[in-house]
């Protein structure tokens, strides 16, 4: 009967009708002009759903009606591209450890622009932290900006996620961070059978954008720097690194006795590491944003040059990138995906779901569409540095169904679980304790994401009203939100940045 | 009734044939572009500068005049080139030659399910002569024919995988026991309808008047049964499948998401998700002429199968 209870349909309904029925007592009359929510049914439909419920229902104790828009993946942001809604409930999640990844849509000359948020004073703000001479002046900058996005609140911060994983006997070596990487290296247990809940959408480093892919990806090809579980930077294909003449240029030494897995089997070199980069602005890639304070990256773009005059491969053990100003961020937006590493004999129509090439510990033996299976590789070279070998085969699938999932965990058919939502009921006491096992450990990670509302700030009433949106953060209660909904397994928030991004200590 | 020549009538099928392939591939191309959401966003996801989205816009010709996509997509799949996916940005054909066996496969299990489920197992039935055990099939089948598939699905997993444990909840293609679940889910609504449908048919044509004059001449009761009974019920369950065909089709997007396998149903969601109009309307395409090839076998059968419709009976 618990199976049937976790089922998010059931899980639903019962939300629904309950809260039906804590609403009917209290219902004060409805003061504040009526609210419209629109959210996305096709991306974490479980907890977006419940989520605008329990904001309907919390706001209308305090007299504000809402009307629920549960719309199409597509029509979600076809709507916010045309400024065609009032309120939207939102995700946003970054792929590198940058205040900056949050702040990007408020500045008034960002491609896409959630909030249509635009303020001179913030722009001049985010541009000055972009700019900034050194890594504590960025911060500073940033900080400032988030203040004031925080008081005008185009977007209202509700909380910050955590992944609670179930891992297996002989599994506790895996490693993931704030971002969402995953990392395989240290387990002990010689076949490793994971799992991702979306679909992929390209195994080409250079276009991996949404998680999935992002998590094939990055089990066979590697950055030049990475992010530790605690936040800091550390060499990766780079053994280190400095910012030389001003903060205009930064020379990388690239680590000796890597190889490349596959037919191209050679050693890496500078000059593997500037046609990666130069691929990845030619292929359009969602990441080619991030080379654009790189000199000679405009006119490459525009195709008036063969190559990016800033990716400098001075000696094959030498790269280095030239900024046309300083760009501290720069190091940040490295740890993409996007800015990792393939050699040099990449076209930019590889396939890259027959084979792998990259120098990371798995090698893709086969893709289907929905299971990515993966051998050790061999000549890894970081293997000299740990305690015990690769797993043998690594299994990455595709699992949308939550009950699939679970079936799966139960079987022993999959080894780490990322417990979605719905099944959250099945490893966690009321009180948000673990159930404890002997099979099993489980581990929780603090995601440095969002989840919000946010409003069009071109629409009227509520965008061009600061009280009243104030009201409406006011009138939540985040720490009933985040108990309702993860057992606790939440971090409430108050600013748009999570505060542990501002670390200085780098 | 003029007879027309055979050539004449061959031609005429081929010609609609063709016209119904121009259809849907119009139609296809219509609803699809039409469908709100830019693909090049939605690819390429909010981070992505103005820049880069109109650099992407360009390569996949997206913003010349809808009727010049219109006659480029015509020429160049009249060619035989379907060209490539704007997300996975590989080959169409690749990919649905990749994920066509399997769905294929699928289809084709469960159509041989239920068949044997709504049409061979009552015909036993009606031979060892036990009317009570037509009765209880139907009544089994109707049971879990109130299911739609994908509720059926996922109760199917938690039960036989997650509780029972009888078959892997991770579908694997090379796995016999894995194709258990997602051949009965896909093959049991359509089965149950069918079976009524025929059982009805079966119950209704034992008592018509020829069956009663082939029994009243004393022709034996298994060749009235054969000839008088069985083949002209058989026409309903026919008509019925043939306007029921495309709930395969569908049912495979909600059968292979529940149980993670790699087809084509799952690449069609995929590609609605993602507005990805250079990978669903070749879909459409594919789907369409699966569609109408069983169908156009589906109704010679059915010519074949009832003597009603046999002119030389006329």
Redesign the interface.
């Known amino acids: 009967m618990t ?2 209870l976790s ?1 998010r ?1 059931l899980f639903l309904v019962c939300l629904v009708l309950l809260s039906v029925g804590c609403s009917r007592n209290t219902q004060p009359p409805s003061t504040g002009p009526q609210l419209s929510l629109m959210y996305n049914t ?1 991306e974490q439909a479980t907890e977006k759903t419940v989520t605008a419920q329990v904001i309907q229902s919390q706001l209308k104790e305090k007299g504000i009606s809402v009307t629920l828009e549960p719309v ?4 979600f ?3 916010i ?1 045309k400024a065609d809604y009032q309120a939207a409930l939102a995700l946003w999640y970054v792929d590198y450890d940058d205040p900056e990844g949050f702040l ?2 408020f500045y008034s000359k ?3 622009r ?1 909030a249509k948020y635009s303020n001179p004073t913030y722009d001049d703000l985010y541009e000055r932290g972009l700019f900034a001479k050194t890594e504590k002046e960025k911060l500073q900058r940033f900080h400032e900006a988030t203040a004031l996005v925080d008081r005008q609140l185009p977007w209202i911060p509700l909380y910050s996620n955590s992944e609670l994983f179930v891992l297996r006997k002989g599994t506790e070596g895996f490693v993931s961070n704030a971002y969402q990487y995953y990392d395989y290296r240290g387990v002990q247990k010689s076949d490793l ?1 994971v799992a991702t809940d979306v ?1 992929v ?2 195994l ?1 480093p250079a ?1 991996a ?2 998680l999935a892919s992002k998590h094939i990806v990055t089990q066979s090809y590697e950055g030049l720097i990475a992010l530790a579980p605690d936040g800091q930077l550390v060499p990766m294909l780079a053994t280190d690194w400095r910012i030389v003449r001003d903060g205009n240029q930064i020379d990388f030494h690239l680590r000796a006795g890597v190889h490349f897995q596959g037919k191209w089997n050679h050693a890496l070199t500078a000059s593997d590491v500037k046609s990666s980069f130069e691929r990845m602005l030619r ?7 991030i080379f ?1 304070q790189v000199e000679g990256v405009p006119a490459f ?1 525009e195709k008036k040059a063969k190559e990016v005059s800033g990716f400098v491969a001075s000696a094959p053990g030498v790269f280095s990138i030239r900024l046309s100003r300083p760009f501290p961020t720069m190091m940040e937006w490295l740890l993409a995906p996007a800015a990792y590493i393939v050699p040099r004999e990449t076209s930019d ?1 590889f ?1 890259f ?1 027959k084979e792998s090439v990259g120098t990371g510990p798995f090698v893709l033996k086969s893709w ?4 990515a299976r993966f051998d050790a590789n061999g000549n890894y070279w970081a293997q000299a540095q740990q305690s015990h070998p690769l797993p043998r085969t690594l299994s990455l ?5 939550v ?2 999932q ?3 965990f ?2 022993g ?2 080894d780490i679980l990322n417990i979605p939502l719905a099944l959250f009921n099945e490893f966690l006491e009321a009180d948000g304790s673990v159930r404890p096992s002997s099979e099993y450990s489980y581990r929780e990670v603090k995601l440095n994401n969002l989840k919000f509302i946010t409003f069009n700030m071109q629409k009227a009433p509520y965008g061009r009203d600061e009280a009243l949106r104030r009201r409406v953060s006011e009138s939540l209660n985040r720490s009933a939100m985040v108990k309702q909904l993860f057992k606790g397994r939440a971090r409430e928030a108050t600013s748009i940045v999570p505060p542990e991004m501002f670390r200085t200590n780098r | 009734m003029r007879r027309s020549s055979p050539t004449l009538v061959i031609l005429q099928r081929v010609g609609f044939f063709v016209l119904t392939l121009w259809t849907i591939l119009t139609i296809s191309f219509l609803c699809v572009y039409t469908l709100p959401g830019d693909p090049a966003r939605l690819i390429l996801g909010q981070r992505a500068s103005t820049q880069t989205v109109q650099a992407f816009r360009l390569a996949a010709r997206l913003d010349s005049p809808l009727a010049i996509q219109y006659g480029n997509f015509l020429v160049r799949t009249l060619r035989g080139d379907f060209g490539e996916s704007l997300a996975q940005r590989r080959p169409v054909a690749a990919l649905v030659r990749e994920r066509a066996g399997t769905t294929v496969l699928l289809v084709a299990l469960s159509f041989a399910l239920m068949a044997f489920l709504s049409v061979g197992l009552p015909i036993l039935f009606a031979i060892v002569g036990s009317p009570w055990w037509t009765r209880a099939l139907d009544r089994v089948l109707t049971l879990f024919a109130v299911a739609p598939s994908y509720v059926l699905g996922v109760v199917a997993v938690g039960l036989f995988s997650g509780i029972l444990g009888w078959v892997p909840a991770v579908f694997d293609a090379t796995r016999p026991g894995c194709w258990v679940l997602p051949v009965f889910v896909l093959s049991i609504y359509p089965a149950a309808l069918l079976a009524r449908v025929f059982h009805r048919a079966l119950e209704r044509n034992s008592h018509s008047l020829s069956v009663q004059r082939a029994r009243a001449l004393g022709f034996p009761n298994s060749d009235v049964f054969w000839n008088e009974v069985l083949r002209v019920s058989l026409s309903a369950p026919l008509a019925t499948l043939v306007q029921g065909i495309a709930f395969f089709v569908t049912g495979t997007f909600f059968v292979e998401s529940v149980f993670g396998i790699a087809g084509l149903g799952g690449l069609a969601y995929e590609a609605v998700r993602n507005k990805d109009v250079a990978l669903l309307v070749p879909l459409c395409l594919v789907f369409g002429t699966a569609v109408s090839i069983l169908s156009v076998g589906l109704d010679i059968g059915l010519r074949l199968a009832d003597p009603r419709s046999r002119s030389q009976h006329a």
């Open positions: 199976i049937l089922n349909r096709e199409t993946n597509a029509v942001y076809d709507r591209a990007t849509d960002a491609g896409f959630m059978r679909e959408q390209s080409d276009l954008y949404d292929v359009n890639s969602p990441y080619a944003y654009d773009k129509k396939d779901t289907d569409g929905v299971q699938r595709v699992m949308k169904d009950n699939t679970f079936a799966a139960r079987q058919e999959l």
